[in-house]
């Protein structure tokens, strides 16, 4: 089970809050999804998707060539519980990134 400190820790870095709570909104995303979400490269999220996965605060599913991530079913609920409150506190940040995220649906899909 993941420590407090460990929690935040990994949730220091703003990539990887941003991609924790947009998972925590939307439920289930692939790095497709989260790079045109987040208006990054590839190699850079897909290396805080591996620490989020390191860490304990996502799991990963494979469905063909497509790799999807979302929160860790071990995950407690005092660590759900911070992802919600800080979800609900900054909600301008959060509509930005699923704004990029319909775009993104409304093209094409990667996966």
Known sequence: MIEHTQ?????????????????????????????EALQDSQPKISRHLAQLRNCGILED???????????SNCLPQWAIDILK??????PTALKRLQSNLRNMKNRPQCC
């Not at 941003?18 to 989260?34: A, F, H």
């Not at 599913?61 to 929160?71: D, H, K, N």
């Open 85 to 90: 409150l800080t979800a609900s506190t900054n």
């Open 7 to 35: 929690l935040f820790k990994c949730l220091s870095d703003e990539t990887r809050l941003q991609v924790s709570l947009l998972i925590y909104q939307e439920g289930e995303l692939c790095v497709c999804e989260l790079v």
């Open 61 to 71: 599913v494979r469905r063909g060539q497509w790799v999807f991530y979302s929160l």
